[in-house]
């Protein structure tokens, strides 16, 4: 499906503006989040819409956070969590161990405000601490959305973002004040937030990692608000970000299309959880 005539306007003074390059987005999923700003903004069409929106430079965080609403908690979907944390990373950490490797290099993508990656920090911290083992984590986590990561940072949560944690990690690693739970320095310095947008054509990693070679990647939920081209390009990306048989963590409902499926391969029957298969991978967008 294309994207409405009538949004195309506001997407490329999105693209102007802050530099951000919607128009791989479902369409659907577009007009309706756009289409609640008009709601909100009491606009009748998207061309007074968007006569608003070079006339209010606020109203463009408000869009852009229509847009890139950011959904998660700490421990979402906790399956793939249980299973990251008896199996994939103490598997990834044994092999570290075994080769002499002192380090883990770990990319969260779409990590919205911090909860997913500061769970990978949570459960590595944890492991290592068990197993007694010297070896330095990197965790790397990007979104496009600057409001989040700033959110991300402060590490400041609401009671609904901790349902999935267990009571002991709660008190282990929070401090409570108020109605709101505040994580420890210890967790919050294992983690590195910078901003990326997925789609960024001149970087195929987050400047931020330097040189990517990810042991893991989590991109969970993120391809889902993607056309079928961009996902290709994607998962370009994630191949070429992985390391030699480094393992990439999908949401439910994403897999690799047709022409990346045999550079992947599912290692878990019942869970979207990948190896990265050694074949050369065409740049093709």
Same mark, same amino acid.
């Given at each position: 499906?294309?994207?409405?005539n009538?949004?195309l306007?506001i997407?490329?003074?999105?693209m102007? %503006?802050?530099?951000?390059d919607?128009?791989g987005y479902?369409?659907?999923?577009?007009?309706r989040r756009?289409s609640r700003r008009l709601?909100? @903004?009491?606009c %009748?069409?998207?061309h007074r819409?968007l006569t608003?929106?070079?006339?209010?430079?606020a109203?463009l965080d408000m869009?852009?956070d229509?847009i890139? #609403?950011?959904?998660?908690?700490?421990? $979402?979907d906790?399956?793939?969590?249980e299973l *990251?944390a008896? $199996?994939?990373?103490p598997?990834?950490?044994?092999?570290?161990f075994r080769? %002499?490797?002192?380090? #883990? $290099?770990?990319?969260s993508?779409?990590?919205a405000?911090?909860?997913e990656p500061?769970?990978?920090? #949570?459960?590595?911290h944890?492991l290592l601490?068990?197993?007694?083992?010297?070896? @330095?984590?990197?965790?790397?986590?990007?979104? #496009?959305?600057?409001k989040a *990561?700033?959110?991300?940072?402060k =590490?400041v949560?609401?009671t609904s973002? *901790?349902?999935n944690?267990?009571?002991?990690?709660? @008190?282990?690693?929070?401090?409570?004040?108020?109605?709101?739970?505040q994580l420890l320095?210890?967790i919050?310095?294992?983690v590195?937030?910078s901003?990326y947008?997925?789609?960024?054509?001149?970087r195929?990693v987050p !400047? =931020?990692?330097?040189?990517?070679?990810?042991?893991?990647?989590?991109c969970?939920?993120l391809?889902?608000?993607f056309?079928t081209?961009y996902?290709k390009?994607?998962?370009t990306?994630?191949?070429?970000?992985? =390391?030699?048989?480094g393992?990439?963590? *999908?949401?439910?409902?994403?897999?690799?299309? !047709?022409?990346?499926?045999?550079?992947?391969s599912?290692?878990?029957?019942f869970s979207p959880i990948y190896r990265?298969?050694q074949e050369?991978i065409s740049?093709? @967008?």
């Amino acid at each position: 499906m294309a994207v409405n005539n009538l949004l195309l306007p506001i997407l490329d003074y999105l693209m102007e %503006k802050r530099g951000f390059d919607f128009s791989g987005y479902r369409a659907a999923m577009l007009e309706r989040r756009i289409s609640r700003r008009l709601a909100a @903004t009491r606009c %009748k069409d998207f061309h007074r819409y968007l006569t608003f929106l070079q006339n209010n430079p606020a109203e463009l965080d408000m869009l852009l956070d229509a847009i890139t #609403i950011n959904v998660s908690s700490f421990f $979402r979907d906790p399956l793939t969590f249980e299973l *990251l944390a008896d $199996r994939i990373i103490p598997s990834i950490l044994e092999s570290k161990f075994r080769l %002499k490797d002192d380090s #883990i $290099r770990i990319w969260s993508a779409g990590c919205a405000m911090g909860e997913e990656p500061y769970s990978l920090a #949570i459960i590595i911290h944890e492991l290592l601490q068990k197993e007694k083992l010297r070896i @330095t984590p990197h965790i790397f986590a990007t979104d #496009i959305d600057a409001k989040a *990561l700033k959110e991300a940072e402060k =590490a400041v949560y609401k009671t609904s973002s *901790l349902e999935n944690i267990k009571q002991r990690q709660i @008190t282990r690693y929070f401090t409570q004040a108020s109605q709101a739970f505040q994580l420890l320095p210890e967790i919050i310095n294992m983690v590195t937030f910078s901003q990326y947008d997925m789609l960024d054509q001149k970087r195929r990693v987050p !400047p =931020a990692s330097i040189f990517g070679n990810f042991d893991l990647i989590l991109c969970r939920n993120l391809l889902i608000y993607f056309n079928t081209d961009y996902q290709k390009t994607i998962f370009t990306k994630l191949h070429h970000a992985l =390391a030699q048989n480094g393992i990439l963590i *999908l949401g439910q409902a994403e897999a690799p299309g !047709p022409k990346h499926q045999h550079f992947f391969s599912r290692i878990i029957d019942f869970s979207p959880i990948y190896r990265k298969r050694q074949e050369n991978i065409s740049h093709e @967008t």
